[in-house]
């Protein structure tokens, strides 16, 4: 039971961070913007 909690759960925060997962290339996109709009305030 326990272990079939855990398995659970695990998957469950595969699930969420699959959801929220960005391509490395939109991640480096939101980077430089943001680096951009750094800089320039």
Do not use: D, T
Not at 12 to 34: G, M
């Amino acid at each position: 039971r326990f272990k079939r909690q855990c398995a659970r759960s695990g998957v469950l925060q595969e699930v969420r961070k699959r959801e929220h997962y960005e391509k490395p290339s939109v991640r480096r996109k939101k980077k430089s913007e943001a680096a951009r709009k750094r800089k320039y305030n």
